[in-house]
């Protein structure tokens, strides 16, 4: 049966099908409010919290952090939460443990991305998961990039980070399912200060 194939013909229709929703990379909607912070990444919430983190300048500062999970039936496009300016792109090589757990933020292999929109810091990390083993990034230093546009893919199951700063008002929730580029993921205030890094000590 399928087209004489059999079963193995099956199977790998089955898969053909399986790969083409995974890398499907359909056009969205961008909200167009400014003093938003969009969420750069289909999945589900798995954390909110603050961290202290070295940004690209070589200095470190406090931010909001929000970690989503990418389960294989998510599109794997990450956007960018704000329009600004590519400051600096990091990739580290690192471990393939399961993205669910917190430890895959610091031990897989991930890139960082940070921008400056506003004199505001924002980064997204791609972290490779269990069976992500390969993480693409598409934009370049000193790019220039439009709210929700395409940054890169991780392939396959992965956890995507969103930081920005702790003056925005968080609009989800652990355990909310939210689309990349659509779903709001804070409020910046109207006349939000700048955020200088400190020196790395």
Not at 74 to 93: D, E
Not at 138 to 154: H, P, Y
Request: aromatic letters at 10%.
């Amino acid at each position: 049966f399928t087209l004489g194939w059999g079963f193995i013909g099956f199977i790998f229709l089955i898969l053909f099908g399986f790969v083409t929703s995974f890398f499907r990379d359909p056009d969205r909607p961008i909200p167009s409010d400014p003093r938003l912070v969009l969420c750069p990444a289909d999945g589900k919430v798995v954390g909110v919290d603050e961290v202290e983190i070295e940004m690209g300048e070589g200095g470190r500062a406090r931010l909001r952090r929000v970690s989503f999970f990418l389960s294989i039936f998510n599109n794997h496009i990450q956007r960018a939460p704000r329009r600004g300016v590519v400051k600096s792109i990091r990739y580290t090589p690192g471990k393939f443990i399961n993205a669910m757990s917190d430890k895959s933020s610091d031990e897989n292999e991930n890139n960082l991305i940070w921008f400056e929109s506003e004199e505001q810091p924002f980064g997204v990390k791609q972290i490779a998961g269990l069976i992500a083993r390969r993480v693409v990034c598409s934009v370049r230093t000193g790019q220039k990039v439009a709210a929700g546009q395409r940054i890169g893919l991780i392939r396959f199951g992965s956890r995507v980070e969103a930081f920005f700063p702790l003056d925005a008002r968080v609009q989800v929730q652990i355990g909310q399912t939210v689309k990349g580029g659509i779903s709001i993921l804070a409020h910046m205030p109207e006349k939000a200060p700048a955020i200088k890094p400190e020196p790395a000590e």
